[in-house]
């Protein structure tokens, strides 16, 4: 009995919990499992912070997530003992470091975007109330910019009085690993070459006869665009005529 305790005590803890949490906090979903198991080049992933700053949730949720591939491997780094280790990481404290030396990359995931907090609630309440926790979010996407070659870029309009996409919407694209960038028609005389996705959101203004010329031949050549509608009254027979 005491020669089997010892052995059992040595195996992780992935194969000694179940996840008996409301939300299976610490199950990884299909969609992780194929993309490490497909995963052909190391990551290390640093975690940068003090023991008693590491909750137990993201310690468990990384123990899971790292079991699936024998590329991943996990460094605890006390940046107190070592008090140079998050300039070398390039990366703040109570944070995660994902890296992968093949390809150079690296990303910092700070415990504030895996364990998201109401702020407003917050200012109203003087309280801390959490509203998500996106630690498989946040190592998938990482470990996919790290070791990956991604060159989607989306651009939006300009000069059209477009809205400006929201926080939520570019922390999404970012989290996506796609580039966001902006783009005046007429200033480059075309849609970008490298363009995968045009948008305009929320214009007020209708388009040129040239910028509709420019469009069309952006979309005959497959490109996609989309067109946020604004709440406004101004006419718009350009972007009418592109729709129809």
Known sequence: IVAANLIVGQLPTHL?????????LYTVTDTS?????GLDKDVEIVVLAEESNVDERIAKFLDNYAALSSHITVTEVDPVAHPSAAESYNASVNSLVVRCEETGKARAISFNDIIVYDQMYYYMYGQMYETEFDAEGQLTSAVDYVTGDNDTVIYTMENHDETALSTQVTDAIEKANLTLESTSLLLNGSVPEDCSLLISYGASKDLTDDELTLIREYLDGSGQVMFVLAQTEEEMPNWETLMA
């Not at 000694?16 to 299976?24: H, I, T, V």
């Not at 499992?33 to 198991?37: D, Q, S, T």
């Open 33 to 37: 499992k194929e993309f490490l198991a």
């Open 16 to 24: 000694l919990e179940f996840d008996l949490s409301d939300k299976q």
